[in-house]
């Protein structure tokens, strides 16, 4: 028998939610690219959540290379994904994926060190608050749609020269401006964040 894990396999049973992302990464590095590609289309094909995220992430790689057009095909995927007025507010779960793909993009202009572009972002999709806070179902929905871009955000503010202590200040102001409570707290980081906003994090926790 193989090593690989598979739906239904006991072994997955008690395993905590890294270890079993880590066997998922293992598996699917193993699948030819070619087999991945045919799988995620024939998904695609009747997931338009998935098909917005691909189609976005293509599209990304496309632009990466100019990074005006990334920053307009951003700006546009946040107006489209956190302005959608036919959100379904009882169950919007099966939007999370559309804002994964507008992270994705912002993503992009991080790691191509566009860190104003980041900032600008993460201002304007702030412009759709309203609309996404009639989602009651996920309860962490909002969590989920700002909470990546305001980590980008803050990291970009610490890699245009603020220190720890200022960009501390700039995330409680984001809390009090914020009519919806986010940002009282920052999440527990990934360890690729914790290197930048480790230092902000302890200043936050001895206020």
């Not at 396999?9 to 992302?21: A, C, I, P, T, W």
């Not at 990304?60 to 307009?72: G, H, K, N, P, R």
């Not at 989920?144 to 955000?153: D, E, G, S, V």
């Not at 009282?184 to 994090?201: N, Q, W, Y």
Request: hydrophobic share 45%; proline share 3%.
């Amino acid at each position: 028998m193989s090593g690989r894990v598979v739906v239904g396999d006991l072994r997955v049973v008690g395993m905590s939610y890294k270890e079993r992302l880590a066997i998922l990464q293992k598996n699917l590095l193993a699948v030819p690219p070619a087999k991945l590609v045919d799988i995620l289309i024939t998904r695609a094909s009747y997931d338009e959540s998935l098909w917005h995220y691909l189609e976005s992430i293509t599209k990304a790689a496309d632009a990466a290379t100019d990074s005006v057009e990334l920053f307009d095909l951003a700006k546009q995927f946040i107006a489209r994904t956190y302005g959608d007025g036919t959100l379904n507010g009882r169950d919007a779960s099966y939007h999370l994926a559309e804002l994964y793909a507008a992270h994705s993009l912002v993503e992009q202009l991080f790691e191509s060190g566009k860190y104003q572009n980041v900032i600008e972002l993460f201002e304007w999709s702030l412009k759709f608050e309203d609309n996404l806070s009639e989602v009651s179902y996920p309860d962490d929905f909002l969590d989920c749609a700002y909470l990546p871009l305001a980590i980008l955000c803050l990291k970009s503010h610490l890699r245009l020269g603020r220190t720890p202590r200022e960009v501390a200040e700039i995330f409680n102001r984001m809390h009090v401006a914020d009519e919806y409570g986010l940002f009282s707290k920052l999440p527990i980081l990934e360890k690729r964040d914790l290197a930048d906003l480790g230092p902000v994090k302890k200043i936050l926790m001895l206020r």
